[in-house]
């Protein structure tokens, strides 16, 4: 079977990221390195909503998800060394996630990189962590 690899923080788990892990998912097998907690501070300066033990449980619950890795690493690359594990046929990544040194990474270990869309399902709205938490912080203010 096709092995398919997607990185990412998977904080705040919502319906866009539902979207983005089943259109990897029918590429093949989808293998997940997970932003441990380290990394999510290190990049987004704020902890973690949910620790990554609790987020790694709630990816392995989906049925599209064959398994899910904590990354060793840190910093925006934290999962080099998980995907030298895996050793996947295809990475996959969202418009957001499409940066040149992943491109060059996947050319060097010839790897397959493919680039999605950011599609919600059917009639769903667009959802990011971002707009969520802001979302979030802005019912607080009006709650005070």
């Given at each position: 079977m ?9 904080d ?34 704020r902890?973690?909503l949910y620790t ?12 599209c ?11 925006y ?11 996947p ?5 969202n ?7 992943k491109r ?17 399902f059917?009639?769903l709205?667009?959802r ?7 979302e979030?912080?802005?019912t607080l203010?009006?709650?005070?």
């Amino acid at each position: 079977m096709t092995k398919v690899f997607v990185s990412g923080c998977f904080d705040v788990l919502h319906s866009g990221h539902i979207a983005f892990l089943r259109e990897a998912a029918q590429y093949g097998d989808l293998y997940v390195a997970l932003g441990s907690d380290k990394t999510v501070l290190e990049l987004k300066h704020r902890p973690t909503l949910y620790t990554e033990n609790e987020r790694k449980y709630m990816l392995e619950a989906l049925a599209c998800v064959h398994k899910v890795y904590i990354s060793p690493g840190s910093g925006y690359m934290d999962f080099v060394e998980v995907l030298d594990l895996v050793k996947p046929d295809i990475f996959f990544v969202n418009e957001d996630g499409d940066k040149p040194e992943k491109r060059a990474l996947c050319a060097q270990k010839g790897i397959e990189y493919k680039v999605g869309k950011r599609v919600p399902f059917k009639d769903l709205p667009i959802r990011s962590t971002t707009a969520i938490r802001a979302e979030m912080k802005q019912t607080l203010l009006n709650e005070k």
